[in-house]
């Protein structure tokens, strides 16, 4: 509970989950979105849409697709159109379209087993169920590229092909794809390429008057009256538009300047509150994502930091990383995976950007890959993944 003292009204309204009711300067993209998908409203069943969304961390991705989804379902339910919009984040299910397909039947069918069906057999059980409801669905698969990175063309093959055993009946299911970019698309078979790329939606990264809008508007709805002075936004906007536009940057920056506001009882976020913030706050942008990690990508992160703790070395061959994990395996009594799933977990890393790779030239260390920590304190990261793998994560 919130203290009387407290600069904050509704601290929810900072949460990384959380929609506002306005989507500040993506009003353009909400209308192309709507156009897109008009045809749901007017004659659902005639067609269906595949949709790319693109663009950089912290440009309103997600937001854009879960307004317009919200949007879209309310407009359906007034005119009698059973729509259901159905958001799905790929890395969340380790980019398994199994596991993705069965969240998605979920939705209709709460304790659906999780065994004995195959990732096809989940496709035509949601159509199904799709038709047996009369209902229609438009599936938001965002961070696509976890889906391609896993399982490849064949998977999106059949997602986006998904109606054509079926030219006689009712076109159920249309997608949107959120990717931050398309290159990873190229990785596509041409086939499956193509039924992707008619409708790409690229979100530009923000401004620095656009990120002090939309800092001006969460304040309104998260602050009490006069609490973060106009010097405070602007800081924020500078800081967030340094890092490349990124509104998902500045929210959780406004939220963590908040909190050093009222640990320091000081009644207004002033902008020494947000310098105190910004030295703390990729640190805790990385929790996250070290607890979605499993058991033995959190022994490899840990390798990594021990690796880096007790080197004074900028880089780490894979090789090397690889030793010192076997070591933390045996502490922590497990049997270590093989080389081939420990560069699997450093491409899956990698990408997150908890970590950084890169290859050595020759004449240097020759053809090996070399690891480093893209400033993450090495202490700092062992003693988060050691409280997290003591908490029973065995």
């Known amino acids: 509970m919130l203290s009387p003292q407290s600069v904050f009204r509704d601290e929810t309204r900072l949460d990384i989950n959380y929609v506002p009711p306005r989507l500040l300067h993506r009003e353009k993209e909400i209308r192309l979105l709507a156009e897109f998908f008009s045809f749901l409203l007017q004659t659902p069943g005639k067609m269906a849409q595949r949709v790319l969304l693109t663009g950089d961390v912290g440009t309103g991705k997600t937001a854009l697709a879960q307004k317009f989804g919200g949007n879209i379902t309310v407009e359906a339910r007034q ?62 698969l965002d961070e ?67 990120l002090a809008d939309i800092i001006n508007d969460r304040v309104q709805l998260a602050f009490k009256p006069l609490t973060v002075p106009e010097d405070t936004v ?49 640190a805790v942008a990385r929790k996250s994502d070290l607890a979605a990690l499993n058991l033995h990508e959190k022994l490899f992160m840990l390798a990594i930091a021990r690796f880096f703790k007790e080197s004074d070395r900028a880089y780490a061959s894979l090789a090397e990383v690889e030793k010192t994990y076997a070591i933390v395996c045996e502490e922590f009594n497990v049997q270590p995976y093989t080389h081939t799933q420990l560069w699997k977990y450093l491409q899956t890393l990698s990408v997150l950007g908890i970590v950084k790779k890169s290859v050595s030239t020759v004449g240097q260390r020759g053809r090996s890959t070399l690891i480093s920590l893209p400033g993450i304190p090495a202490s700092e990261l062992e003693k988060e993944l050691t409280a997290l793998l003591e908490k029973g994560e065995l």
């Open 144 to 210: 696509f590229e976890s889906l391609i990175e896993r399982e490849g063309s064949e998977a999106v093959y059949k997602l986006t092909r998904l109606q054509e055993a079926r030219m006689d009946k009712p076109q159920r299911t249309s997608l949107i794809c959120i990717l931050k970019n398309l290159k990873t698309v190229e990785s596509l078979d041409p086939s499956t390429r193509s039924t992707l790329q008619s409708n790409v939606i690229r979100l530009e990264r923000y401004t620095q008057e656009q």
């Open 234 to 282: 602007n800081l924020i906007a500078e800081l967030a538009h340094s890092e490349g536009g990124n509104a998902r940057f500045a929210i959780e920056l406004l939220w963590r300047a908040g909190k050093y506001a009222d640990a320091e009882d000081l009644g207004a976020v002033i902008p020494e509150c947000v310098r105190k913030a910004v030295s703390s706050i990729y």
């Open 79 to 140: 005119r009698g159109v059973n729509l259901h919009y159905v958001h799905v984040n790929c890395r969340q299910y380790r980019g398994s379209l199994f596991l993705i397909l069965h969240q998605v039947v979920s939705v209709f069918h709460p304790n659906f087993p999780k065994r004995g069906f195959s990732a096809e057999e989940l496709l035509h059980i949601l159509l199904q169920v799709l038709d047996e409801q009369n209902a229609y669905v438009i599936l938001t």
